[in-house]
């Protein structure tokens, strides 16, 4: 993270025919039970004077009602914070850093359904005049998502393809299908159209295309952060990170989307959603703070534990 007066997370946290897994019911597979997951972070900084601080390491409040432990942000040395709810309907907390070492810990845990991510290939596009008023903001250029820039692209490449569900997964599959990954690629001031014409990045950058070409399409789509761990998939070699997605409304609801991954995951825990990544770093510093340290932690719990845990 570099020291700069207002710093943002940067890290991977991130043809024309749709790829995605064909499902009948709205919840696409149902191989796996309820289980529980241990949610974590620890964040070292070195403060050189004293600063404030905006975070938003909570769990989405649409998730609160499944976490089994407190979710609460502890500070190092203890430091007052501040809890408020951001315009996006986001838990955020404020406090003023010390000057010295601060660290940022917590340790949670939560239920979940077992379930990859619910898809839906009947879900219709809704017109933008029948759209819900609070989506309409999702519709526009933002920081990383320039529309006047990538309308026209956008339109080459899917105007063709029949509205609805299977146009979203044609966008997400050509995002993930045209841009290499790799944490080489991360770079702090690249908009949709540089991952447009570089064509690599890092798991931020694969969504802010993927949002970009459905906006430009009439398709309201946010970015969104959180915890995604390696639960029903090969582990990753490299270490764990908070994860980025993108979600689309379609028919009546939020659905989500992910152009890094491609594929609907299980254990997906949301914790804040926005236009595009400015608007949901995990820490926001108001002068200079220089990280040290930062580990996430996502893990399933053994079933043991879940079977304790319901008949507590």
């Keep these: 993270m570099e020291s700069v007066s207002r710093q943002y997370d940067t890290r991977g946290l991130l043809g024309t025919t749709a790829a995605a897994p064909q499902c009948t019911n709205a919840v696409c597979g149902d191989a796996r039970s309820d289980m529980l997951i241990r949610l974590g972070y620890d964040i070292a900084f070195d403060i050189p004077r004293a600063v404030p601080v905006v975070t938003l390491l909570n769990v989405h409040p649409s998730r609160v009602d499944n976490l089994l432990e407190p979710d609460e942000l502890r500070i190092e040395p203890a430091t007052r914070v501040d809890c408020y709810y951001d315009s996006f309907g986001n838990r955020c907390g404020r406090f003023v850093a010390p000057a010295g070492p601060v660290r940022l810990s917590n340790s949670t845990l939560i239920w979940d359904s ?35 820039k990538m309308s026209n692209i956008a339109a080459q490449l899917f105007g063709g393809v029949a509205p609805g569900w299977n146009r979203v997964q044609t966008v997400c599959s050509w995002v993930h299908d045209h841009v ?36 430009s399409l009439n398709i309201p789509a946010r970015y969104a952060t959180g915890y995604l761990g390696d639960i029903g ?23 989500t989307f992910d152009a890094r991954h491609n594929q609907p995951r299980i254990g997906r825990v ?13 820490t926001t510093s108001f002068g200079s703070a220089y990280l040290r340290q930062f580990t996430v932690v996502t893990n399933e719990v053994a079933s043991t534990s879940l079977n304790q845990a319901s008949s507590a």
């Design 270 to 282: 949301l914790m804040a959603v926005g236009r595009d990544a400015a608007d949901v770093a995990i």
């Design 114 to 148: 077992g379930k990859p991510d619910a898809v839906n290939p009947q879900a219709r596009e809704v017109p933008v005049e029948d759209l819900p008023y609070d989506t309409l903001r999702y519709l526009l250029s933002s920081r990383y998502c320039e529309l006047d």
């Design 180 to 215: 290499t990954f790799g944490y080489e690629f991360a770079n702090p001031t690249k908009s949709a159209l540089d991952v447009y014409n570089e064509r690599c990045g890092v798991c931020r950058d694969f969504q802010h295309l993927a949002i970009t070409m459905c906006r």
């Design 233 to 255: 998939v090969p582990a990753s070699p490299v270490p764990m990170d908070f994860s980025a997605w993108f979600e689309v409304y379609l028919e009546d609801r939020w659905w």
